[in-house]
């Protein structure tokens, strides 16, 4: 267990510097610019902070997921994908864990973060 720790720790901070470290500035801001437009688009409708609504509207949970994934799901796939580059390339290996955490990490969080503030700021200006 402490083996596979280290070895995914190594293997992560490895990543920021090396090949194809531009992704981690793209995919985050790619999915910055997808909360920020689905949250100005909430805000217009009048609808609950997205990432707050999930946990809190349980009869529209799976809509909101499902419309939340419709606009990161492709940068999800892009991230994912990527990542199994990556690991090919430098590891010559797949480690399945690993990509799923870097993908969910650098599309998924950023939008979730941002997509309900970004939608209370509107909300409360107008």
């Known amino acids: ?5 280290s070895r995914v720790v190594t293997n992560l901070v490895g990543r920021l510097d090396g090949p194809l470290h531009f992704r981690f500035i ?9 909360a920020v437009k689905d949250g100005i688009k909430d805000s217009r409708e009048g609808r609950v902070a997205y990432f707050w609504g999930i946990f809190t509207q349980p009869g529209h949970r799976m809509e909101l997921i499902k419309r939340g994934w419709k606009s990161v799901g492709k940068i999800f796939i892009l991230a994912l994908v990527l990542e199994v580059v990556y690991q090919v390339w430098q590891f010559h290996t797949f480690y399945p864990g690993e990509a799923l955490l870097v993908a969910f990490t650098l599309a998924i969080v950023p939008y979730l973060l941002l997509r309900g503030p970004v939608n209370r700021i509107l909300s409360r200006k107008r």
Do not use: E
């Open 26 to 34: 793209l995919q985050p801001v790619m999915a910055t610019i997808f």
């Open 1 to 5: 267990m402490d083996d596979t720790l």
